[in-house]
């Protein structure tokens, strides 16, 4: 209407219009990531919900992209990464520092909405340690077999060691080639080992020295020096020739008529008659102590062989002289019985 009062009449439509009055939607969150990360590495990636879009991100407590501590950045799209002090810090060592860490995080809109909660990291631990490995030293016998076990490395770890090699060639198998190693340790002779001199105590090096390294399934690896002795075996037979003595006729029993002598590296233990394999002779005559004397059993002593006159004057005995470990010697043992004047003047 006008001031003549003139008039005229028309629809007004009023339109509302949305505003952005929503809050971002945004839960507490958990992550978990491996330690001894770099600088920048991400270690999480924050989720919220808007109606329109979440613009911004930032630690609640600093108000800023940057954690307090310092250690993580957060950027506008939730990405959390490890800041340079992060890396350097003790946060980053599963052994050393905290490994969990919750971290209050706001989510805000364009509008000014905002929303916060609690964000967790949880570091987890890495298998970095290398196995403990200390120098050990073996001691096996000479003349063994092809395969035989000559000793057994041991070493520890915090998850378990998976391989053990000798550090020269990376290998199972020694530079050598005399010596096997398996993944539990044990080291074995090889068919080159037993059929060197280094298998003859007598002939061969009896020590050897190998550096060997254990590994875990991580690859963290520690060497060390692992020494194998090669002892003496008593594997010399003793030492016996033929040997003759003479005694007069005409003994007691139990008369001592000879004294056989062997020798040994390490020491004669026992003699016998070959024949019989025992301290009597096959004709029951003698017996030998394991000493080597040979004395007249009661048999003997009422036999024509006590009597020149009347019995055989020579008894040729094979005798076996053997040591503590069974090797033995054999030989010709000669007993002449010798005359006495026993008749009287006729």
Not at 60 to 66: D, E, I, K, L, M
Not at 268 to 290: E, M
Request: negative net charge; hydrophobic residues 35%; without cysteine.
């Amino acid at each position: 209407t006008d001031a003549a009062g003139n008039d005229t009449s028309a629809n007004i439509t009023l339109n509302e219009t949305d505003l952005d009055d929503e809050a971002p939607g945004l839960s507490a969150q958990t992550f978990s990531y491996a330690e001894n990360q770099v600088d920048g590495a991400l270690v999480a990636s924050v989720v919220a919900t808007d109606n329109v879009g979440v613009s911004a991100f930032t630690f609640t407590a600093t108000g800023t992209n940057t954690s307090a501590d310092g250690y993580y950045q957060i950027d506008n799209s939730g990405n959390i990464t490890l800041t340079t002090a992060g890396a350097a810090s003790a946060v980053n060592d599963f052994e050393a520092g905290t490994n969990t860490g919750v971290y209050n995080v706001t989510a805000t809109d364009a509008a000014g909405n905002n929303t916060s909660a609690n964000i967790t990291l949880n570091e987890t631990d890495v298998d970095d340690e290398a196995p403990g490995l200390s120098a050990q030293t073996f001691s096996y016998a000479e003349n063994q077999v092809d395969g035989v076990q000559v000793a057994s490395v041991v070493a520890t770890d915090n998850v378990g060691v998976t391989a053990f090699t000798f550090t020269a060639t990376g290998t199972n198998t020694s530079a050598d080639g005399y010596y096997q190693i398996d993944n539990s340790g044990n080291i074995t002779l090889t068919t080159a080992g037993a059929a060197s001199a280094v298998n003859d105590f007598e002939a061969g090096t009896n020590t050897g020295v190998y550096n060997v390294t254990a590994t875990d399934a991580a690859g963290n690896n520690t060497s060390a020096n692992i020494t194998l002795n090669e002892t003496d075996l008593d594997d010399e037979a003793p030492g016996l020739s033929a040997q003759t003595f003479s005694y007069a006729e005409n003994q007691v029993d139990g008369a001592q008529v000879a004294s056989v002598v062997a020798t040994d590296n390490v020491g004669v233990t026992g003699f016998t008659f070959t024949a019989t394999g025992t301290n009597t002779s096959a004709d029951g005559y003698y017996q030998i102590d394991n000493s080597g004397n040979v004395t007249l059993t009661t048999a003997g002593a009422t036999s024509a062989v006590n009597d020149f006159e009347a019995g055989t004057n020579t008894g040729i005995y094979n005798v076996t002289a053997t040591d503590a470990a069974g090797n033995n010697t054999s030989a010709n043992i000669t007993l002449n019985e010798t005359d006495v004047d026993d008749e009287a003047p006729g």
